[in-house]
């Protein structure tokens, strides 16, 4: 039997750590001998746990800005202390598969020819920081996964494009009312734009249209004063009533409850796991018009989309939506198969298991 290897640069459950998890349920399921290495422990660890694999907890060193920048020397230090470690690591197997390019001391010694290496790559880097990977793929002779067309498109490198996929807990839907609740689900940092979004529904505040905004999610740590910003930004509401939930392992209750989930990203998105997630359960999804996301979602047939960073673009599809909410069964049912022609684990499943007999 193979030894293969799952590399993994985190443990909580976040969009990135359930995608790893539902890829390695799928290769623990296949004829290999599985060892998993992740560099602490945390929510996801206890997932891992359940799985027929090996679970190894080390510090290997994870590519991070905001680590690099705290702490430039003894990150670079732990990152090469990482990468000769990596190096005896990697020869006790037959196939590594990395999950996203933040594992460095991993891609860095794949240059062991007799390896089979996988580098799933979910991320949308600089160009300096793309022409470095576009490199080390190369020399390494790694098979490249990506997560979205438009990732691919910006790496520019040969690779099998394999969507993401979620499996939701779907919970019995309240009887519906007139009110409007909007959710939004995600790190509580600049890239996601929680900020964005509460300006906008500040805005339409006076309208007294929207009843309940949900934030599902938390900052990182050593940056709570994004947290701080929101919690004093929604001092301003008066007629809307604003739920700061932190991380939710679960969210689902929060999408059963919602009317409208909106991704305002003010960055581009390598893919989206929170717009198929809201499509999963039938909601109408908003995103931000840029990245990934719009591979998923075509404006007013399965959600709409509003130019990125447009406060007053965000909030016109908002005011919209509201407007004509009762005459818009159509995007629902439209996102819902849209989710399950292309977004179920089933599909990811098959996507995965040829990948792996391809090699």
């Known amino acids: 039997m ?28 296949l004829n ?47 990152i090469l202390k990482g990468y000769f470690w990596s190096i005896k690591e990697s020869q006790k197997y037959d196939i590594i598969y990395i ?32 022409k470095i ?10 098979r490249i996964i990506y997560n ?26 309240p009887p519906k009312t007139n009110s409007i609740n909007i959710l939004f689900v995600g790190r509580i940092n600049d890239w996601k734009g929680a900020d964005l979004l509460l300006d906008s529904i500040v805005n339409l505040d006076d309208l007294s249209l929207i009843d309940n905004f949900f934030i599902v999610g938390s900052p990182y740590p050593g940056q709570e004063d994004n947290l701080d910003k929101l919690l004093k930004k929604s001092k301003k509401l008066n007629n809307c009533k604003i739920f700061f939930t ?29 717009v198929i997630e809201a499509m999963a359960h039938g909601k109408i999804t908003v995103i931000a018009n840029h990245g990934g996301m719009t591979e998923i979602i075509t404006h007013n047939c399965n ?26 069964d159509h995007i629902k049912i439209n996102a819902l198969n849209t989710y399950n ?12 298991v040829n990948f792996f007999k391809s090699l």
């Open 246 to 274: 932190g991380f939710l392992d679960d969210p689902s209750t929060y999408f059963t409850i919602s009317d409208i989930v909106v991704i305002p990203s003010r960055k581009p998105e390598p893919f989206g796991r929170v």
């Open 99 to 130: 999950n996203t390019i933040v594992n460095i001391t991993f891609i860095l010694p794949l240059f062991n020819r007799k390896l089979k290496k996988i580098i799933h790559v979910r991320e949308l880097p600089s160009k300096k920081i793309l």
């Open 32 to 78: 290999y001998n599985v060892t998993i290495i992740i560099p602490e422990s945390g929510p996801l660890a206890e997932k891992l746990n359940s799985l027929n694999a090996n679970l190894i907890i080390y510090d290997f060193g994870v590519l991070r800005k905001s680590t690099l920048r705290k702490r430039p020397f003894s990150e670079f230090f732990k």
């Open 148 to 173: 979205s067309k438009t990732v691919r498109d910006a790496f520019n490198y040969n690779g099998e494009v394999i969507y993401n996929a979620v499996s939701i807990k779907k919970n019995l839907a």
């Open 303 to 328: 959600g709409f989309k509003f130019n990125p960073n447009s406060t007053e673009d965000l909030q016109k599809i908002i005011l919209y939506i509201i407007n004509n909410y009762n005459s818009l």
């Open 2 to 29: 193979k030894k293969i290897l799952l590399i993994h640069q985190g443990a909580e459950l976040y969009g990135s750590d359930r995608s790893f998890l539902t890829v390695a349920e799928i290769i623990c399921n």
């Open 341 to 352: 022609n292309n977004f179920t684990n089933k599909t990811l499943e098959k996507n995965i």
């Open 133 to 142: 990977f576009k490199l080390l793929f190369s020399l390494s002779k790694s």
